[in-house]
């Protein structure tokens, strides 16, 4: 069983930076791919970013690329996403997730957290 705790959500303006963190534990090995998702009102849950556990390459939406870096700390166990040149319509939930391949289909990922909420301000 992996759980996964989003922190980092808030508040700010268009134009600033937030930084979202994905803590796990009970790590598997038949999900080694991390991935960061979001569901604005509305809307179906999308993917943002992924990257396996152990790997370097990483892979974005396109409304996300050059804005958005994943990252992962394998000795603290956790997945970060800075997000800079924030504008309103990345407001979302956003969730971390675990699964066993990189892909943009959300079934595809076994274990999600509950999410964190981050709104951008006009």
């Known amino acids: 069983q992996v759980n996964l705790v989003e922190s980092g959500g808030g508040l700010v303006q268009a134009g600033g930076s937030l930084r979202l963190s994905c803590a796990a534990s009970g790590r598997s090995l038949s999900s080694n791919v991390m991935g960061w998702f979001r569901q604005a009102p509305g809307k179906a849950r999308a993917f943002v970013a992924a990257m396996r556990w152990s790997g370097t390459r990483t892979y974005y939406e396109d409304s996300v690329k050059g804005r958005f870096t994943i990252s992962i700390d394998n000795a603290k166990n956790t997945v970060n996403l800075q997000m800079n040149s924030l504008k309103p319509e990345d407001t979302a939930v956003y969730y971390c997730?675990?699964?066993?391949?990189?892909?943009?289909?959300?079934?595809?990922?076994?274990?999600w957290g509950q999410g964190t909420q981050v709104t951008v301000s006009s």
């Open positions: 997730a675990a699964g066993g391949i990189v892909s943009q289909d959300t079934s595809l990922y076994d274990y």
